[in-house]
């Protein structure tokens, strides 16, 4: 599997993991898979028509891949880009963002 498949398998995971609040332990095994995914390049996120893309290619749908379409795709952002070697509190703070611009009262 590819480093950028690999990373939205990972990130998908983090941000179920992170809405469910879920477990630390939990958190942080999915944190690590999409760092070493990283390290290989960066990996940039978008949705186009409800489909999630990654470097501009579609992204086999599940339903990791499906959760990611929903939270990135009404806040109407271009892209979603990660570096490469990105920072660990970077990805987290990507993850909590998208779960928190899907929550109604987020911020009140």
Known sequence: MDHPATFVTHFAQLVRLVESRADVAEQKTALRGCLVASKRGAIALSVRDGALLVGGMSVSPDSGTALLAARIGPLGIDSLVFET??????????ARWLVDSATPDAGR
């Open 85 to 94: 070697g990105a920072a660990p509190s970077d990805v987290l703070a990507a």
